[in-house]
């Protein structure tokens, strides 16, 4: 048994965390884990974010230029934008885990575990993926409807005019600022809490390689630091997985964890001042059956659950970043990748706050309530259990997160700015190099603008959590309409405007007014609470959903999308997919693929999963061990996939780009190739093959062989 016998410490696998006073004797425990003190010194955190941003900024332009040479990618306007709209299924689904882990998917799902036990990870996890499966329908529709956009208000402007298109541009640009925002907040504060690098600083740091990088090789170069950030990410999920149920000498089995937990939140556990503080993890839990975090029963945790379906469903249908990724796919492998990404994507909050969220609490951590809403959960995990080396690979862990995700909305915001504004306002006839250059400013202004952010919101005391809770508020009212415009011909403009602006506009208010209600003032600590948080977020994405639709019945459109298809690409390309990639009855059977599919993933993760698990109660340790083992196996599957598809599927390229390298033979068959294509010619056009005869025997008059002259010729 753990408990002491004097009670003080209550229990000895803690005892370092309490002690006895010298008044009286009371038994104390720590006020917060890191008590204003850093675990790493300044100069660990300048190396990550400096030496990290650097060598990504160098390595990722290197391999775009490898492209460039060896394999023939022309750098053009569309190229910068769409990737050539030829990326196959690992990588965009590489690019998918990527863009949607952020600071949050790492810090606050470990922040819901210690909060609210088993329920938090997963309600996390189902809760942010069923969009992404969902949203591979859409992805489709874009290859069916409108296969030459490059934003999604392209699309929304080609349909609904101008009006619609302004409505739905601001909400997607707030939608950007929103996930620039919760991505350096939880960011910056880590590095600051690790390693007492400056927060504003921090800020304006980590944003700098993804600037380079970004700049030198636009939405490509996205994608390929994308896929080297996930497979470290992946690398360091598998290693703190097994660290917490295997390997680790303070934990090391489900066993262990699942007694400890049931330990810390026992009732008879003394939990007043100054054996525990307010805030922190002490005794059964509040909403929890029997007070226990081994329960899927848990109101907090539902409740939680709603507010991040909500949510998330407007950072992802209302985020650019996941259209422009659609737009880049082949069609062949749109569906594919985001099916495979979200279910990849789901072991990232479940397996790894799985382990570290409830491994905080089985070691029962000092952590305060100030610390775990700005995500300092996983790094005092991680220090506790495998002291400067964990906080290290969290810090990498996280520094991936942020900077891959980060360049996902530079080139969001990049080609909203380009073709929203300066193509269709500015200069509706610019060129390929105009819209290239207007790109890679924006890129560079909205960089820097995301440093002057994080440091206003550091400035107003803004949260990791609230900012977390308050999107779905915000941009919810959009999602609806957004999907609509798509999937449904009679929804109209008039209708897509109202429902969108009015839904945000009561979704505040209903999330302002029940703050006042309930807790009788308005401020930062109680309008982050669950229940105004919960109102204002249905109120909005139903709000919005609900006017488009009657509207809709009222005065429907009946649109064709003659118009969505007949978007412009700047430069015309000649494209390397076969014909059959955009054949309509093989889109129309991708689209039913994915609707079985994404629909049918969605009702398991959020329906039948939990339902499943009521009967169970709280866990018994055979119940919580096969937890355990789902989380462990979903995250080690999952790493493997993400990290062997992409180069299994670039095989061919990566064995060109080697070949091109370190022999001549690529050149030489560029060379085969264009005499083909003059030999083809002369064929064709027998003045050609006569006046290329005249010119042979005239060099060879002068005693030069004619490919001399001109070496790419041969007779």
Not at 269 to 284: A, K, L, M, T
Not at 372 to 401: C, D, E, Q, R, Y
């Amino acid at each position: 048994m753990a408990v002491s016998q004097s009670g003080c410490p209550p229990f000895e696998f803690s005892a370092k965390y309490y002690q006895i006073s010298g008044n009286g004797g009371s038994c104390v425990r720590q006020s917060s884990f890191f008590q204003g003190q850093t675990v790493l010194n300044q100069g660990v955190g300048y190396s990550v974010i400096l030496g990290f941003g650097a060598f990504f900024a160098v390595f990722t332009s290197f391999l775009v230029w490898l492209e460039k040479r060896y394999v023939g990618s022309r750098h053009t306007s569309e190229w910068f934008n769409t990737a050539g709209r030829n990326v196959k299924t690992g990588l965009i689904a590489s690019v998918i885990v990527s863009q949607w882990t952020w600071a949050a998917t790492i810090l606050q799902s470990s922040n819901v575990a210690w909060e609210y036990g088993v329920s938090g990870p997963f309600w996390y996890a189902s809760g942010a993926t069923i969009q992404v499966l969902l949203f591979g329908v859409m992805a489709i529709e874009i290859k069916r409807k409108a296969p030459n956009a490059h934003t999604v208000c392209e699309i929304v402007k080609a349909r609904w005019g101008t009006a619609a298109h302004l409505v739905f541009l601001t909400f997607c640009f707030l939608t950007n600022i929103i996930v620039t925002a919760m991505l350096l907040l939880g960011g910056s504060a880590v590095v600051n809490a690790l390693t007492g690098v400056n927060i504003y600083a921090a800020s304006f740091l980590i944003p700098l390689g993804v600037i380079i990088y970004t700049l030198a090789g636009g939405l490509k170069a996205t994608f390929l630091a994308s896929y080297i950030h996930s497979v470290i990410v992946h690398v360091v999920l598998v290693v703190f997985v097994y660290l917490v149920y295997t390997a680790s000498n303070e934990l090391g089995s489900p066993g262990v964890i699942y007694r400890r937990l049931l330990e810390v939140a026992s009732k008879s556990r003394v939990c007043q001042e100054p054996i525990s503080h307010d805030g922190q993890s002490c005794g059964p839990v509040n909403g929890n059956y029997k007070g226990s975090y081994l329960t899927m029963l848990s109101s907090g945790g539902l409740v939680f659950g709603i507010i991040n379906i909500v949510g998330n469903f407007g950072t992802v249908f209302v985020d650019n970043g996941y259209w422009v990724s659609a737009i880049a796919a082949r069609p062949s492998s749109t569906h594919k990748g985001y099916m495979l990404g979200g279910l990849v994507w789901f072991a990232v909050p479940f397996s790894l706050a799985t382990s570290l969220g409830l491994g905080a609490l089985a070691l029962d951590l000092p952590i305060s309530l100030s610390e775990a809403s700005h995500g300092l959960v996983p790094p005092a995990t991680a220090i506790a259990l495998m002291g400067k080396g964990g906080s290290i690979l969290l810090l990498t862990m996280l520094f991936m997160a942020v900077t891959s995700a980060g360049s996902s909305e530079l080139i969001a915001v990049s080609s909203l700015c380009t073709y929203d504004i300066y193509r269709t306002y500015i200069n509706p006839k610019a060129s390929g190099k105009k819209i290239l250059r207007v790109s890679r400013s924006v890129v560079l202004g909205f960089g820097c603008f995301m440093g002057l952010l994080a440091v206003i919101l550091n400035k107003a005391g803004v949260s990791l959590g609230w900012m977390y809770l308050a999107m779905g508020v915000l941009i919810g009212s959009a999602v609806m309409p957004i999907a609509f415009m798509l999937l449904w011909r009679k929804a109209n403009a008039f209708g897509a405007i109202l429902g969108t602006v009015t839904g945000c506009i009561l979704g505040i208010i209903t999330w302002l007014a029940i703050t006042k209600i309930e807790y009788g003032r308005v401020n930062l600590d109680t309008t982050g609470r669950n229940a105004p948080m919960l109102a204002g977020n249905l109120v909005s994405i139903l709000t919005g959903g609900g006017v488009h639709a009657v509207c809709s019945l009222l005065r429907p459109q009946n649109y064709d999308w003659n118009t969505t298809r007949q978007i412009t690409m700047v430069e015309k390309e000649k494209s390397e997919l076969p014909v059959e990639e955009f054949k309509e009855e093989k889109l129309i059977k991708a689209k039913a693929w994915i609707v079985k599919w994404g629909v049918g993933f969605t009702v398991v993760i959020v329906i039948l999963w939990p339902l499943l698990t009521l009967p169970a109660g709280q866990f018994s340790l055979g119940y919580f061990t096969f937890w355990a083992v789902i989380a462990t196996a979903w995250g080690t599957i999952g790493s493997a996939v993400i990290i062997a598809l992409p180069l299994m599927e670039s095989w061919e390229t990566i064995q060109n780009v080697l070949l091109g390298m370190f022999t001549n033979d690529r050149l030489m068959k560029s060379v085969d190739e264009i005499n083909l294509k003059l030999n083809s010619i002369m064929l064709a056009m027998p003045e050609a093959e006569r006046m290329y005869l005249l010119e042979t025997s005239k060099a060879k008059e002068h005693g030069v062989h004619p490919q001399q002259e001109d070496p790419s010729i041969s007779p």
